[in-house]
Nanobody, 124 residues
Framework: QVQLVESGGGLVQAGGSLRLSCAAS????????MGWFRQAPGKERDFVAT????????LYADSVKGRFTISRDNAKNTLYLQMNSLKPEDTAVYYC?????????????????WGQGTQVTVSS
């Protein structure tokens, strides 16, 4: 089991940057595939990015490709999401999540452990 705590959200102007962090408890962080998801008001929670256990393979939603970078530091039990060139439509609560390394990497239903979320607001 792993517990996840996000941080780094806030208010930023369009075109700005933010770096989200997700601190994980427990000694098994490196055995989980990790992902970032986001949920805007009145909308479903959507996939943003995912990274495999070693950190060498990543996947992104088309809407963030080229602007966001997911990374992990297994020695520090921490997941990151670097967000550049932010747009007002990126405004959402951002969640980190963990799953077993096998199976669908994009489906929200396959992720077992979730953080409480951190708010990101991008003003125009």
């Amino acid at each position: 089991q792993v517990q996840l705590v996000e941080s780094g959200g806030g208010l930023v102007q369009a075109g700005g940057s933010l770096r989200l962090s997700c601190a994980a408890s427990g000694p098994t962080f490196g055995s989980y595939r990790m992902g970032w998801f986001r949920q805007a008001p009145g909308k479903e929670r959507d996939f943003v990015a995912t990274i495999n256990t070693s950190g060498f393979a990543t996947l992104y939603a088309d809407s963030v490709k080229g602007r966001f970078t997911i990374s992990r530091d297994n020695a520090k039990n921490t997941l990151y999401l670097q967000m550049n060139s932010l747009k007002p439509e990126d405004t959402a609560v951002y969640y980190c999540a963990a799953k077993d390394p096998v199976g669908d990497a994009l489906s929200i239903t396959h992720y077992t452990y979730w953080g409480q979320g951190t708010q990101v607001t991008v003003s125009s």
